[in-house]
């Protein structure tokens, strides 16, 4: 689950946003106090910001990014009311953000926040997707084959791009909805929740002889790649 940080010293505003973000399943810490924002954000770690500029505190948002960029990349998203050239110069200025007039509308915000995380999704897959340690499995998507020491397997298409996606977010749980929309680019889902099982069904079939690592395919909860813990059953 992917974890934004809201810094918003209007508090219903602020409150109406993180109820909005949580329902759209992302993890949301909430500080209306600009004053606070480096140190949670250092104790959060959160995967992109949405920082007002214009806060009740000692700094703006702009000198609050000006300070996470010394040590984080991580997107941010500007909010403000103040439509000046000079505001939208400094903000888009600042790498890796994005600029939202107030007032705006949450499936606007939420929108723009899709984007950013998909887009640092991609940026972080492209660097390291060239091979991933499945337990004892050395996995190397672009010849879509997992190497073992009986031996090499090599998967079709399908199955390597399900694996890539599973080990790219490995120990949380993915809905099946969520698997197919960035496997096969739909929206509309119930289509390919057959292909999906079969693959899941194969790579579970390949991975099974290996006591390090499980894919578990729970019906509420979803599909996730996992270490192994010793002493339990297999499904």
Known sequence: MKKILVVEDDLNLGTALVGFLEMQKYEVYYVSNGDEAIAEFQQFSPDLVTLDVMLNCSIDGFEIARKIRKFSDVPIIFTTSRDGNEDYEIGFGIENSDYVR????????????????????????????????????????????????????????????????????????????????????????????AALYNSISRLKKYLYNDDQVVIENKIRLGIRLRDYEEGEKRD
């Not at 010849?143 to 090499?152: A, I, N, P, R, V």
């Open 102 to 193: 107030k007032p705006y509308r949450l499936v606007e915000l939420m929108l723009r926040i899709n984007k950013m995380v998909e887009a640092e999704m991609t940026s972080a897959a492209a660097a390291n997707d060239n091979q991933f340690r499945i337990g004892r499995f050395k996995f190397f998507p672009d010849e879509q084959s997992l190497k073992f020491d009986k031996g090499d397997i090599h998967l079709n298409h399908l199955d390597s791009v399900v694996l890539a996606l599973l080990c790219r977010n490995k120990g949380n749980f993915m809905s099946r909805e969520e698997i197919i929309k960035i496997v096969w680019q739909v929206e509309e889902t119930s289509s390919k929740e």
